[in-house]
């Protein structure tokens, strides 16, 4: 979604921000080169009287000329925006909030999002939560909680109701956002410029599968799920703020069935009956309410049949990995070790190793005859090769050795990729240990 040139776009959304901006109740449309384009205010006349009389930089195609005035059509907006002017028509003040969401790379907790991910986000942001600091996640499952003990921290405050993607130089791009906060405490606080100052702005909450990793950070794909936008302090993204705060209070009543929607656009027969059969007494509420359990019904169903089946996966894997744990523990009891039973495959894998390593196996002595003295040679003795530490460790099943430092490389890199998604508390006690640590505590 873009502006193709002053104050003409090709998307309704940004026509209205345009229109907010001018002071213009409405926008209007028209066809240019056989696509529909957005101008703010209720028709061209409108518009053309805020801005002083100064046209756009061209004339566009679909206005006709009456008496020196231009004639413009207007747009039949979607159902969705309808029930945006709705909710949103209840009379009271709201604070509106616009600035920086996300943006390219990594941020302070070591996770991105790909570009096309970001795109996917899009969608999925309008309508989501705003929380007041990040809620916390589900004990069980992927996922956040809410507050809802009436206060207003890890609490719904208020919605996104505008996000969009914006390309910048240098390959660098950043989706930006307009949100509307209802909770009235916290009105002081978000007009005092509190919440405007550096260290202060956004922050996103969502969930995903990775789709690859490095020393710098974990990286998330198309399959991301935007989750929520919380008010925090530090975001983790460096450019991620909060660039502006206004009041503003919506002057539309609730629409009643026949009037007309905002920005004058008169409604069709058909969308008039839509409207009244809502609001009739003869809506047939009790049919509807039927048609919705049965849907919910099928669909935790659907939810029941998903965590069986992950609940059985897990149990099948859990079960493969005590099984491998188990040959490992008869394997270190043959060795003479006692006190293991309990430690995990990877430390019984570690121990065994380095238990064979201090007793190699000696070699067999092959008894030869007596050889004739040799004549030592003139030439110059050959120093042996220098030996090269390996560490062995298990794959699919498989004893391997792999060269030290390869695998000391490969430790240090997972291990600094999961320290980073721990948080400040969970880091005392969850945190990996580098490869040299962990060969010490060994």
Known sequence: MAMIRRDVFDNPGEAQERAKELGLDGIHSHEEDGKTVFMPGKNHE????????????????????????YMSVTIDLEVDEMEAVVEAATGKSIIELRGVAFHEGFNKNGWSLTREAAEKVIPQMIGADVTLNHPKTKEQGAGFTRNMDGGVDEAVVGVVRYASIHDLPEGKWEVRYVAHVVRTELFNALESGLWNRDNYGVSIGGT????????????????????????????????????????????????MAGETLKYDSPLDQNQQQVIANMTDDGFDYEAENENLHGEIESLKADLVMANARVNEFVAAEEARAEEVRAGLVSEASELGMTGHEDLSSETLTSLIASWREAHPEPAPVEMAPVAEPQVASEQPAV?????????????????????????????????????????????DRMSAPSYKEMKEMI
Do not use: C
């Open 383 to 427: 120093a042996s090769e220098k030996p090269v530490a390996v560490v062995a460790n298990y794959l699919n099943g498989s004893l391997l050795e792999t060269n030290e430092d390869s695998y000391a490389h490969a430790w240090n890199a997972w291990a600094s990729a999961w320290n980073r998604t721990l948080s400040v508390a969970e880091k």
């Open 208 to 255: 995903g599968i990775p789709v690859s990793s490095s020393e710098d950070g974990i990286i998330f794909g198309p399959k991301f799920r935007f989750d929520h936008l919380a008010i925090v302090h530090k975001p983790a993204y460096p450019r991620a703020n909060i660039e502006s705060v206004k009041r503003i209070k919506p002057e539309t009543q609730p629409m």
């Open 46 to 69: 409108e518009y053309m009287k805020k801005t002083g009389g100064k046209d756009v930089e061209q004339k566009v195609e679909g206005y006709k000329k009456k008496e020196d005035e």
